[in-house]
């Protein structure tokens, strides 16, 4: 009698789990999921760097800031998040930005000095080590981009051309 019980609570247990292993693999199938998963393992590698980062869309909106992003741009998250790089940079940068997506989409990462704008409106000189993440289709999931201050270099005049270069 004791066995059976048994028996009948592993089987109760086998059809939970099956059950479960059905909604995860409905979850897993559903579209986006793959893009969503890639961003997930970005952010978290993300928000444990002290270094500013962001991922970008092929559109160079803003998918993610991690904390030291915001505290470079004096944003909060949520001011940042959706927003298009234009409104972060000028003109001249930003067609910069669009040619380095170009690049991104076509698999090829790269390094370059420009310049972000932060909330009271002063320019910040940056390097840029922008890489790109691709889906298993070798479609094109985010860019993501890691930032280096290079302010107080200029200011010390370590470097004196404030002029946007590829690295």
Same mark, same amino acid.
């Given at each position: 009698?004791?066995?059976?019980?048994?028996?009948?609570?592993?089987?109760?247990?086998?059809?939970?789990?099956?059950?479960?292993?059905?909604? #995860?693999?409905?979850?897993?199938?559903?579209?986006?999921?793959?893009?969503?998963?890639?961003? %997930? /393992?970005?952010? +978290?590698?993300?928000?444990?760097?002290?270094?500013?980062?962001?991922?970008? =869309?092929?559109?160079?909106?803003? #998918?993610?800031?991690?904390?030291? !992003?915001?505290? @470079?741009?004096?944003?909060?998250?949520? %001011? @940042?998040?959706?927003?298009?790089?234009?409104? !972060?940079?000028? +003109?001249?940068?930003?067609? *910069?930005? &669009? /040619?380095?997506?170009? @690049? +991104?989409?076509?698999?090829?990462?790269?390094?370059?000095?420009?310049?972000?704008?932060?909330?009271?409106?002063?320019?910040?000189?940056? &390097?840029?080590?922008?890489?790109?993440?691709?889906? =298993? =289709?070798?479609?094109?999931?985010?860019?993501?981009?890691?930032?280096?201050?290079? *302010?107080? !270099?200029?200011?010390?005049? /370590?470097?004196?051309?404030?002029?946007?270069?590829?690295?």
């Amino acid at each position: 009698m004791q066995e059976k019980k048994k028996n009948n609570q592993i089987k109760a247990k086998n059809r939970k789990l099956k059950a479960e292993i059905e909604k #995860l693999k409905l979850y897993v199938s559903l579209p986006g999921y793959e893009k969503r998963a890639i961003i %997930e /393992v970005y952010k +978290r590698f993300a928000s444990n760097s002290l270094s500013p980062i962001i991922l970008t =869309d092929e559109n160079e909106n803003i #998918l993610y800031a991690n904390s030291a !992003f915001c505290k @470079l741009l004096d944003h909060p998250v949520e %001011e @940042l998040i959706k927003k298009n790089l234009c409104q !972060f940079t000028n +003109r001249v940068e930003f067609s *910069t930005y &669009q /040619v380095n997506t170009c @690049l +991104r989409k076509k698999g090829i990462a790269g390094m370059y000095k420009s310049i972000l704008i932060n909330k009271s409106g002063t320019e910040i000189n940056v &390097q840029l080590s922008a890489s790109p993440a691709f889906n =298993d =289709d070798g479609k094109l999931i985010c860019i993501m981009t890691i930032c280096t201050d290079l *302010t107080p !270099f200029y200011s010390k005049g /370590v470097i004196t051309s404030q002029k946007s270069e590829k690295l």
